[in-house]
């Protein structure tokens, strides 16, 4: 699963382990709103997946990975996205990164999403069809992803670890990028689907994340 958007004043604000502006302490009925905001915006995400590994035209960076390591496995690919998912919690233990509720149901949800998503949706021939699913796919990624951020129960386990590493006083978008890259090329190496789908998401996710994540931040 790939974290996204730097951008928003908002979401640098969970990036960095404090609460946005708005974010104060609730009563029961906002916490369940933020809480159905959090686990709508996993279930999106994880069928966001699945609507783009259909499209076959190419996944988000970890995804690849995720793709590669289930072939090989003989998995579907939501269950190497819940053992990824775990691996990457564990390099939080050094940087001293804290889990929240929305980690922990992130590395879960998403995986066990996708899952029953590939059982329901079939993979389309036509071409028109697939470029469907993908434009579908990254639109709705986009959204859960800043549905979930903006619920503000804590981070996704990839975006832990980013904002881990920034404040050992890495630059966070130079790690990012070093970390994609790295995923991406094995992944590749393994049978993940790169293509044409992989850059469209690279390109679209942050600016869409952006400019939904203060329509769906918790205030």
């Given amino acids: ?40 915006g996993l279930v999106a995400f994880g069928v966001s997946l699945a609507l ?11 995804d690849v990975l995720n793709q590669g390591v289930a072939r090989h496995l003989g998995l579907q690919i939501g269950w190497v996205v819940i053992a ?6 564990l390099a939080w233990i050094p940087l001293r990164q804290r889990p929240g509720i929305g980690t922990m149901s992130n590395i879960v ?19 028109g069809a697939r470029v469907g ?36 006083g890495y ?9 994609e890259a790295g995923v991406l090329v094995v992944g590749a190496g393994l049978g993940g689907s790169v293509g044409i789908g992989t850059i469209a998401y690279a390109v679209a996710i942050g600016p869409l994340v952006q400019g939904l994540f203060p329509r769906l931040r918790s205030r």
């Fill in 171 to 179: 630059s966070i978008g130079a790690t990012r990028t070093a970390i």
């Fill in 133 to 168: 699913l993908l434009v579908a796919g990254i639109a709705l990624n986009a959204t859960a992803t800043a549905a979930y951020i903006g619920a503000n129960l804590g981070p996704g386990p990839r975006d832990g670890l980013m904002t881990g590493l920034a404040r050992r």
């Fill in 84 to 89: 990824v998912g775990l691996v990457v919690l």
């Fill in 109 to 127: 949800l998403v995986g066990l999403a996708a899952n029953a998503a590939l059982d329901r949706v079939a993979a389309p021939n036509a071409l």
């Fill in 1 to 40: 699963m790939t974290d996204m958007s730097d951008t928003s004043a908002g979401y640098q604000a969970v990036k960095a382990g404090r609460p946005h502006r708005g974010s104060r302490r609730s009563g029961p009925r906002r916490l369940g709103r933020r809480l159905a905001q959090l686990y709508a």
């Fill in 52 to 62: 783009m590994v259909r499209a076959r035209l190419g996944l988000s960076p970890w």
